[in-house]
């Protein structure tokens, strides 16, 4: 029950940064929720063997690496995805920070 909640609390935290930045685009509520689930699927497949990969070049920048490898599964998710778009690097840099950091506020509220 928890995962479900959590899972609608970050598609909606996906809709309020595609309705805050104007280079980010979400058709639907339903998008998001898919948006949501593939980005969910990213970091927890995709991302740890990412930063495994990276990191030399995460500890020469002393950590600030980890912001560009989110971007870019952010970005990723917005090109493979049809209701989710993210217009270019640098909307995928602020979208996925603002991402995390509304997610994170919302998830905080859910017990458990």
Known sequence: MT???VWLLNAVALLVVAY???GITVASFGSALIAALVLG???MLVKP???LLT????IVTLGLFLI???ALLFWFAGSILKGFQVNGFW???IGALLYSLI???LSSIVPG
């Open 3 to 5: 995962l479900l909640l």
């Open 20 to 22: 805050l930045l104007p």
């Open 41 to 43: 699927l990213l970091n």
């Open 49 to 51: 063997l990412l930063v």
């Open 55 to 58: 990191l030399p070049i995460t």
């Open 68 to 70: 560009v490898l989110n």
């Open 91 to 93: 909307w995928a840099v």
């Open 103 to 105: 997610s994170g506020l």
